[in-house]
């Protein structure tokens, strides 16, 4: 099986590269290096069944596989935000390059959707049925819009054309790879935690997050992969232990042995006040349910930040 990874680079891409060449697959990663970097995928890279593209899928490309993972976006709000044009064109001219390539080639294709395709849900937890509490126009909008406009081109290229999609809603995911400058919670903590800095919350920290570690998040987008072709999703795949995120700065100074304080700063615009997946679905359909309890994730991430910065 040749499988092409958009976005392999990338945190999760690279370990679902690092997953696929382990079951002896063949893999092509597909990486413009907006955020990713190729430190994560240096170990795969003397290996015969691994390839490397650079390339920005906003344009065409004829590659011959027969299975596709789509993860090329920038996740962090700190990166999309940087370059939002990008961002849409990523979601939107991306995916419709990747579903052409599909149509053509009769391959599978999984799209990594996301939890932000709910907004700042008025619901929780949140059902794949729920449509969601969406600002067009807001500085998250090319990320959540890109998305929610991709999950609709995955959809119509299924009833229209009979592409065997699969549309995952991931929920937040950490764990090694994630980039130094990333700028999402996690990756911000442990670092401001190891280095004695004070631990940046926005807002009263009372907003919620569940956080899936990535080996859970990896078995759950293989599972769902193979899953009958009449299953398209949406799926939600995460955890769903709701936390604070000052309960989160909180187990990261206890973990780390750090003695970092913690500050509060300016809330973010459209900072989604709660998010917890319903996981029913992915219980049913894939007997999923997320194994690695917070505390263990934490530490195994914070062995790894303690080893590159
Ligand atoms: P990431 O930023 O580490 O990885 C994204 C990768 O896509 C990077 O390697 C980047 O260089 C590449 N990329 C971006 N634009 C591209 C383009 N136009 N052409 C080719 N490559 C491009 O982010 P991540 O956390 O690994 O997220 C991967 C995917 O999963 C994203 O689509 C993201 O929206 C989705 N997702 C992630 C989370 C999470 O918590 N990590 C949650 C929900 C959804
Ligand atoms: N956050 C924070 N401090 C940081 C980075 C993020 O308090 O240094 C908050 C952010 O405002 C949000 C939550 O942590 O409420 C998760 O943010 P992240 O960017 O990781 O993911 P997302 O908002 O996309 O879920």
Known sequence: MVNLVAGGAGFIGSHLCKKLLEKNEQVLCVDNFYTGKKDNIKDLLN?????????????PLYLEVDRIYNLACPASPKQYEK????????????????????????????????????????????????????????SRSCYDEGKRCA??????????????????????????????????????????ALKGESLTIYGDGQQTRCFCYINDLIEGMLDFMNTDKSFIGPMNVGNDEEETMLSIAEKI???????????????????????????????KKINWNPKVPLEAGLLRTIEYFKSVI
């Open 47 to 59: 290996n015969s069944k691994f390839e490397l593209v650079r390339h920005d899928i906003t344009f």
């Open 83 to 138: 370059n939002p044009v990008q961002t849409l064109k990523t979601s939107v001219h991306g995916s419709i390059n990747l579903l052409g390539l599909s149509k053509r080639l009769n391959a599978r294709i999984l799209q990594s959707s996301t939890s932000e395709v709910y907004g700042d849900p008025l619901e929780s937890p949140q059902r794949e049925e729920y449509f969601g509490n969406v600002n067009p126009i807001g």
């Open 151 to 192: 999950e609709t081109l995955f959809n119509d290229y299924h009833k229209q054309h009979g592409v065997e999609v699969k549309i995952m809603r991931i929920f937040n995911t950490y764990g090694p790879n994630m980039d130094v400058d990333d700028g999402r919670v996690i990756s911000n903590f442990i670092i401001q």
């Open 253 to 283: 100074i206890n973990l780390a042995k750090s003695k970092s304080k913690i500050i509060f700063l300016d809330p973010v615009e459209d900072d989604p006040r709660q998010r917890k997946p319903d996981l029913s679905l992915a219980k």
